[in-house]
């Protein structure tokens, strides 16, 4: 069984795991996989394959927990037991920079990270319309801590 507070909203053919709480305003679009004991943080936003029609839906594998206000769109995929930030957008066209095994990926995040969102200088601030430097979101994937697990482990404690 899983927990949805209210107003939340999944979508049809969405699959949503044992153990697993989504929270209040999220919506989970057509056809995304969520595992078992994932916790979407309020305001979290789960994209579907419908509307706009994309190829792959969105997979949110077991042990997730994304922070509130966390949107995940297009296909991406995020790995098991990974924690992700607050107000951290995770789509395919956005790099995630991953410390662990130094490498730029797009469309995943792997298992057991701690992700992110920085901003990092986009190559349009060379334009004659820009003033300043301009940026462009970015993804930083790092190991999980022993205190982020510890504090993923209390929130499990306050809900049971």
Do not use: W
Request: aromatic share 4%; glycine share 10%.
């Amino acid at each position: 069984d899983a927990i949805l507070m209210s107003p939340a909203f999944v979508n049809i053919g969405a699959r949503v795991g044992d153990g697993t709480l989504v929270d209040s305003c999220d919506t989970v679009g057509s056809c995304a996989q969520i595992g078992e004991n994932v916790k979407l943080g309020a305001n979290t936003l789960i994209g579907g394959v419908l509307e706009p029609v994309e190829d792959a839906p969105v997979v949110v594998e077991d042990g997730v927990s994304l922070g509130a206000g966390c949107r995940v769109t297009s296909g991406f995929v995020v790995g098991e037991n990974s924690v992700v930030g607050e107000n951290t957008l995770l789509t395919p066209r956005i790099p995630v920079y991953d410390l662990v095994e130094e490498a730029v990926i797009y469309g995943h995040l792997p298992p057991e990270r701690r992700a992110f969102s920085r901003y990092v200088e986009s190559s349009v601030s060379d334009h004659d319309l820009i003033d300043g430097a301009a940026y462009k979101p970015a993804v930083v994937a790092t190991s999980v801590e022993e205190e982020t697990l510890e504090a993923t482990e209390r929130e499990d404690a306050l809900r049971e």
